[in-house]
């Protein structure tokens, strides 16, 4: 079974930066991509950023030229390093992992991570 370990929210004034971490332990699988959805309050969840294994991006058109996504494929960890910063970044950010194990591919969440930005 996969995990994955958030950190890295927080508040910050409007501006600042925040660095996000998701890491995925467990065995027998091999990494499809991993990404960061966010869910403001009261509204849906919505994709943020996403990296392939193979190291393609893609995100969001509010977060281009902010945000950006990295990974460490030893590791297994993704990165959201997120600049300057605005109010309506608030939000709930989880990590989701997409991973191959035999002949299937299945998808993980992490537990969330609060992400408050002050005007």
């Known amino acids: 079974q996969v995990q994955l370990v958030e950190s890295g929210g927080g508040l910050v004034q409007a501006g600042g930066s925040l660095r996000l971490s998701c890491a995925a332990s467990?065995?027998?699988?091999?990494?499809?991509?991993m990404g960061w959805y966010r869910q403001p309050p009261g509204k849906q969840r919505e994709l943020v950023a996403v990296?392939?294994?193979?190291?393609?991006?893609n995100y969001t058109d509010s977060v281009k030229g902010r945000f950006t996504i990295s990974r460490d494929n030893p590791k297994n960890t993704v990165y959201l390093q997120m600049n300057s910063l605005k109010p309506e970044d608030t939000a709930v950010y989880y990590c989701?992992?997409?991973?191959?194990?035999?002949?299937?591919?299945?998808?993980?969440w992490g537990q969330g991570t609060q992400v408050t930005v002050s005007s």
């Open positions: 989701n992992l997409r991973y191959s194990s035999g002949t299937y591919i299945y998808s993980s």
């Open positions: 467990g065995s027998g699988f091999s990494i499809v991509s």
């Open positions: 990296i392939t294994r193979g190291g393609t991006t």
